[in-house]
């Protein structure tokens, strides 16, 4: 088994030693790299504009690193008169590993669909919400917050940056590698590795095992043409490792 490990540091670094020291063989090939998010200096600002028990949304595990930094760096702390969300259990936890405050999660799911489940957040009639996020994602969240009632607003806590690979050196190291499998945790990621694939190589990239972190990419993946496609639970690395040594994925 050897596993191309496309996610930015540090979670490549987690996920490699630990598919290692399962007895896979795992590769690093990071497709974008993340750095501090345009508005991220102005998240002490927006946060001082919310009222007692309006919302903020932590969208993902960077987000919550930055905007955590960033309000340790400004001596502030995160305000107990606030409801936070997050998407997922693992994003969540990390929040409160952190800050030490309380966080709402659905159990179901790591996705806006999930957390948009939670009957809170039904009527939001004069509420204001947070999102805090990198550059882009999770419209469909803030549309159905707007619809139900909510003030939206995002602040760009982190940012998610193409790495650039000459394509002719790509193709032949991975394919001469032999990669049997690639760990893609985006839609963006995804797209990013499309675009490296050459024409003559095409056939072999579609039929490696391709694991991903949700059945919309999943279905992105298929239309492509990628033949063996598996889906995680989540976007954790625990989850993509128990995935990857998985023995029913039924891929």
Same mark, same amino acid.
């Given at each position: 088994?050897?596993? /191309?490990?496309?996610? !930015? *540091?540090?979670? #490549?670094?987690?996920?490699?030693? +630990?598919?290692?020291? =399962? $007895?896979?063989?795992?590769?690093?090939?990071?497709?974008?790299?993340?750095?501090?998010?345009?508005?991220?200096?102005?998240?002490?600002?927006?946060?001082?504009?919310?009222?007692?028990?309006?919302?903020?949304?932590?969208?993902?595990?960077?987000?919550?690193?930055?905007?955590?930094?960033?309000?340790?760096?400004?001596?502030?702390?995160?305000?107990?008169?606030?409801?936070?969300?997050?998407?997922?259990?693992?994003?969540?936890?990390?929040?409160?590993?952190?800050?030490?405050?309380?966080?709402?999660?659905?159990?179901?799911?790591?996705?806006?669909?999930? /957390?948009?489940?939670? !009957? *809170?957040?039904? #009527?939001?009639?004069?509420?204001? +919400?947070?999102?805090? =996020? $990198?550059?882009?994602?999770?419209?469909?969240?803030?549309?159905?917050?707007?619809?139900?009632?909510?003030?939206?607003?995002?602040?760009?806590?982190?940012?998610?940056?193409?790495?650039?690979?000459?394509?002719?050196?790509?193709?032949?190291?991975?394919?001469?590698?032999?990669?049997?499998?690639?760990?893609?945790?985006?839609?963006?990621?995804?797209?990013?590795?499309?675009?490296?694939?050459?024409?003559?190589?095409?056939?072999?990239?579609?039929?490696?095992?391709?694991?991903?972190?949700?059945?919309?990419?999943?279905?992105?993946?298929?239309?492509?043409?990628?033949?063996?496609?598996?889906?995680?639970?989540?976007?954790?690395?625990?989850?993509?490792?128990?995935?990857?040594?998985?023995?029913?994925?039924?891929?």
């Amino acid at each position: 088994m050897k596993i /191309l490990v496309t996610r !930015p *540091e540090p979670a #490549a670094s987690e996920l490699i030693a +630990a598919i290692n020291q =399962r $007895g896979g063989e795992a590769y690093s090939l990071p497709l974008i790299s993340i750095e501090p998010g345009a508005e991220l200096e102005s998240l002490d600002a927006r946060i001082n504009l919310l009222d007692k028990n309006d919302l903020i949304f932590l969208l993902s595990k960077n987000a919550v690193w930055y905007a955590d930094s960033a309000l340790k760096q400004a001596g502030l702390n995160w305000s107990d008169k606030l409801s936070y969300y997050g998407i997922g259990q693992s994003t969540s936890q990390y929040f409160t590993m952190l800050t030490g405050r309380t966080i709402h999660w659905a159990e179901h799911g790591e996705t806006s669909e999930a /957390l948009l489940s939670l !009957p *809170e957040l039904h #009527a939001l009639t004069d509420k204001r +919400a947070l999102l805090l =996020r $990198g550059n882009g994602g999770r419209e469909l969240l803030a549309s159905t917050l707007r619809s139900r009632g909510a003030q939206v607003e995002y602040c760009e806590c982190y940012a998610r940056h193409p790495i650039s690979y000459d394509k002719t050196e790509f193709n032949q190291k991975w394919v001469n590698t032999d990669i049997t499998d690639i760990v893609i945790s985006s839609g963006q990621m995804l797209a990013l590795l499309n675009e490296l694939i050459a024409e003559n190589t095409k056939e072999w990239w579609f039929n490696r095992r391709l694991l991903v972190v949700s059945e919309r990419i999943a279905d992105q993946a298929r239309q492509d043409g990628w033949q063996k496609v598996c889906v995680a639970n989540s976007a954790d690395n625990n989850a993509l490792l128990e995935a990857l040594f998985s023995t029913d994925m039924g891929c």
